[in-house]
């Protein structure tokens, strides 16, 4: 079965400073990555995805993850943390489709 | 393009009750899919749907718990009696045929 570990809870950074969150995951084929940002009360918003092809992915508000196969990780970067980030980011896994297992979720702070 | 659209946004229960949970999927989506996320966890999988089928329900606890994608109308998800351990934030997204997935901004259950 496959399944998706973030390690850390809780992170907090300093505005400015660069950011990486961590996403091992467990499965048996290439999965399907995605990283998702989850402001308060509201829904997942994608912030990107991996399918194939190049390992290092961009994608929106400035975000970027690398897709690691020898290590089963798919970390969440970015150079310079706005206070705007501060959310919850979960990692996700798929084989196809989009019945996606999560990760249980890491919640960002931002401190000014 | 309307995004998912999911209401009420916040349910109150009384444990006993019913709870019907809505989701219109976007414009062209035919792929439901519902997720739990219970307070301070990731989400998990619950049922996918297309229309009048379920596809794959194997998230969907045994009992009490239903999901329905009519011809004509929204997504049901309904919870028969619910208990405190209902309590939680219920995603419905929706994709076209084998796409990326779009969520809503989720429905709160409360179990009082």
């Known amino acids: 079965a496959q399944s998706v570990t973030q390690p850390d809870i809780h992170i907090t950074v300093s505005e400015g400073a660069s950011l990486e969150l961590r996403c091992n995951y467990s499965y048996g084929a290439t999965p399907y990555l995605f990283w998702y940002v989850q402001s308060p009360g509201q829904g997942l918003q994608l912030l990107l995805k991996?399918?194939?092809?190049?390992?290092l992915v961009q994608g929106i508000k400035g975000f970027e993850a690398e897709f690691k196969r020898s290590q089963s990780s798919f970390n969440l970067r970015k150079p310079s943390v706005h206070w705007s980030d501060a959310a919850e980011y979960f990692c996700a896994v798929t084989n196809a489709g989009n019945m996606l297992t999560f990760g249980g979720g890491t919640r960002l702070m931002v401190k000014p | 393009n309307a995004g998912v659209m999911q209401n009420p946004r916040h349910l109150v229960r009384r444990r006993g009750q019913e709870a019907r949970l809505r989701c219109s999927p976007m414009?062209?989506?035919?792929?439901v899919y519902w997720y739990r996320q219970l307070p301070e966890e990731g989400l998990k999988f619950m049922v996918y749907l297309q229309k009048e089928n379920i596809i794959d329900e194997s998230g969907m606890p045994k009992e009490r718990f239903s999901a329905e994608f009519p011809k004509e109308g929204p997504s049901i998800l309904r919870i028969q009696q619910v208990v405190r351990g209902d309590s939680a934030a219920y995603f419905c997204a929706s994709s076209p045929s084998e796409g990326e997935a779009f969520f809503g901004q989720g429905t709160r259950l409360t179990v009082v």
């Open positions: 414009k062209g989506h035919s792929h």
């Open positions: 991996y399918f194939s092809g190049d390992t």
